[in-house]
């Protein structure tokens, strides 16, 4: 804790980097970097810095730094209103805001709604120039709004990759994999008519996930097939009836791969409607981005993604993309083998 003649050093006005400077001993530039996080000031010298500015609650004037620095400190989280699947949207938030949280950056969320064209919210936050860098999802194999990034040479960076890959910031889980691998532990339980309920077919994890399955099933008797999942308002609604009716068309249907929360519970339910026994008669596989299924249904075969790593590496992968445009993007692309639990446990 600062002493009370520190405190007095402020006393009767806002803190100010000077504020600061005064308390440590320390030149205002230098206190300057230090709450920045700048690597050349020794790890002490900041804890120190980043102590007293705490203490004597210091909040940076984020209309004199943008005036001085020509940035905003913020990185926008661009996210559709949809509801996801348990808690994809506070999970992403959570551990992009926990890796910020000892950098001078902070997040803030931009929404976009289901009739609302994707690109606006991100065409307003590079022309009002109201971040430093932009992280969207639900990415499409020529998504316009990377395009539009990419030409104007604004920091981002995708959960999700697309075409052009190579050439930006992305964190990725392969859904080539995971419906490869979905596929075969759904084959291990003997079944032999799989049906994958797909993400909208515009993005890019979709149709990863569909060429998975079909490379999982090319050179097997196994038969596959998909549709896609319904993603406006009453989905649960929709789906339920669309899946009832095809298995009442499809009755030899035994094995249903899913990719998010609300699809496996419209696949439990349609089952149940039907008087078919999950485990049993027919299996599913999921997704999921927490263990929601395997405490409750464990006779439910499980694919845990880790959001969590997800989120923390975006945050970095934007904060590069800032501060060292110069250098590679950092990106990471990851399978169900080194970053999931699996769930088999199955009598």
Same mark, same amino acid.
């Given at each position: ?18 504020? &600061? ?19 050349? &000031?020794?790890? %002490?010298?900041?804890? #120190? ?12 004037? #984020?209309?004199? =730094? ?41 997040? &803030? ?29 639900? &990415? *499409? ?19 999700? #990759? ?5 050439? @930006? ?11 490869? @691998?979905?596929? /075969? ?16 077919? %515009? ?32 989905? %649960?609604?929709?789906?339920?009836? *669309? ?18 929360? =609300? ?8 089952? %149940? ?7 049993? /008669? ?40 800032? /501060? ?24």
């Amino acid at each position: 804790m600062i002493g009370i003649d520190e405190k007095l050093a402020f006393k009767g006005g806002r803190p100010t980097l000077k504020s &600061i400077a005064e308390i440590c001993g320390l030149a205002v530039p230098t206190v300057s970097r230090a709450l920045s996080g700048a690597s050349d &000031i020794g790890q %002490s010298t900041r804890d #120190r810095v980043r102590q007293v500015a705490d203490e004597i609650g210091y909040v940076p004037n #984020r209309a004199g =730094v943008r005036l001085r620095t020509g940035k905003t400190n913020v990185i926008s989280l661009v996210l559709p209103t949809e509801i996801d699947g348990l808690n994809y949207s506070s999970r992403i938030i959570a551990s992009i805001a926990g890796a910020l949280r000892n950098s001078p950056y902070h997040l &803030i969320v931009t929404p976009f709604f289901p009739d609302e064209d994707p690109i606006k919210p991100v065409k307003y936050i590079v022309e009002t120039e109201s971040a430093d860098a932009i992280i969207i999802n639900q &990415i *499409q194999p020529e998504d316009p709004r990377v395009k539009y990034l990419l030409e104007r040479n604004f920091p981002f960076a995708t959960h999700g #990759r697309t075409m052009w890959s190579e050439q @930006h910031p992305y964190f990725d889980f392969d859904n080539f994999e995971f419906a490869r @691998h979905a596929t /075969d532990l759904l084959a291990k339980r003997g079944r032999k008519s799989l049906l994958l309920i797909s993400p909208p077919l %515009s993005q890019n994890y979709s149709q990863n996930m569909i060429t998975g399955m079909q490379s999982a099933t090319k050179e097997t008797d196994l038969f596959s097939d998909y549709f896609e999942e319904p993603t406006q308002n009453g989905t %649960s609604k929709r789906l339920n009836d *669309q899946l009832i009716e095809y298995l009442k068309r499809n009755p030899g249907t035994d094995g249903i791969i899913t990719s998010t929360t =609300v699809s496996a519970v419209g696949a439990i339910n349609a089952i %149940s409607a039907l008087g078919r026994q999950l485990g049993k /008669d027919i299996d599913l596989c999921t997704k999921e981005v927490a263990p929601f299924f395997r405490q409750i249904r464990p006779e439910i075969l499980t694919i845990t993604e880790d959001v969590t790593k997800a989120g923390s590496f975006l945050a970095r992968a934007a904060l590069r993309a800032i /501060d060292h445009p110069e250098e590679p993007p950092l990106q990471m692309l990851v399978t169900p083998e080194d970053t999931t639990e699996i769930n088999t446990a199955i009598t």
